[in-house]
């Protein structure tokens, strides 16, 4: 199990940690002039970064080896 840490969402948004081998997929999201990245997860959930979805996806493939 590998956590990875990205910033929160927006102006207030706080840090947010996934475990990399729970995401299933991400995509680019934005919101009234915020740029983030909305990550999807094997329970069905998902959570809102503030990070830009190919730094989301760097992060993705360091920790796992896959794309």
Do not use: C, Q
Not at 20 to 48: M, P
């Amino acid at each position: 199990m590998t956590p990875l840490s990205f910033k929160g969402y927006g102006v207030r948004g706080s840090p947010v940690t996934v475990i990399a081998e729970r995401i299933t997929h991400w995509k680019k999201y934005e919101s009234n002039g915020n740029y983030g990245t909305e990550i999807h997860l094997d329970s069905g959930n998902s959570v809102l970064v503030g990070e830009w979805y190919l730094d989301v996806e760097k992060a993705f493939i360091a920790a796992t080896g896959e794309k």
